[in-house]
T-cell receptor, first 110, second 117 residues
């Protein structure tokens, strides 16, 4: 299973953009890149996913490197409610299984 | 949107007893569901894949006789922790794919906190 590497923690100021990096150098051609976040004592929440092209939704943007060996989750204006552990996960098409890495704990300062 | 629920949200049981945790997909059918466990300050660890109408498949190192999984219907999977011990105390989370197959997006349940005394 392809592995992802993320920084253990990051800090941001409220209302500023946040760029959360993820390395996945062993990604295969059919692997989708997923981002989920988890608040304490809750189940993970979907943020965004993509394959090759950059993706935008109401929560965030996903920038995928041309060689697909890394990606960046972009929160355009961090709020205190965005403080969570963010997980970058690879999932093979039609395979569905998620193997979580250690994630990045995002702290947002007011 | 689609929701996955879990029951109970927390449970305390005595060592040696068994406890059942339910995972339901509320407005969609799930032929496959997944079970995870999460220890404090750690990431989620995939335990097993629950398959409707067939046996669950367990990840390496997970005791299938200890963690019994039954996928009774297209909306219900149960995880039974048998002969629970304090080291089984953990946060148990289930998930279900948004689509069978496809990119793999999942809906996650809110989790069940198990404490074994």
């Amino acid at each position: 299973d392809a592995k992802t590497t993320q920084p253990n923690s990051m800090e941001s100021n409220e209302e500023e953009p946040v760029h959360l990096p993820c390395n996945h150098s062993t990604i295969s051609g059919t692997d989708y890149i997923h981002w989920y976040r988890q608040l304490p004592s809750q189940g993970p929440e979907y943020v965004i996913h993509g394959l090759t092209s950059n993706v935008n939704n109401r929560m965030a943007s996903l920038a995928i490197a041309e060689d697909r060996k890394s990606s960046t989750l972009i929160l355009h204006r961090a709020t205190l409610r965005d403080a969570a552990v963010y997980y970058c996960i690879l999932s093979r098409y039609n395979f569905n299984k998620f193997y979580f890495g250690s994630g990045t704990k995002l702290n947002v300062k007011p | 949107g689609a929701v996955v629920s879990q029951h109970p949200s927390w449970v305390i049981c005595k060592s040696g007893t068994s406890v059942k945790i339910e995972c339901r997909s509320l407005d969609f059918q799930a032929t496959t569901m997944f079970w995870y466990r999460q220890f404090p300050k750690q990431s989620l660890m995939l335990m097993a894949t629950s398959n409707e109408g067939s046996k669950a498949t367990y990840e390496q190192g997970v005791e299938k006789d200890k963690f019994l999984i039954n996928h009774a219907s297209l909306t219900l999977s149960t995880l039974t922790v048998t002969s629970a011990h304090p080291e089984d105390s953990s946060f148990y989370i289930c998930s279900a794919p948004v689509l069978a197959g496809g990119p793999g997006e999942q809906y996650f349940g809110p989790g069940t906190r198990l404490t074994v005394t």
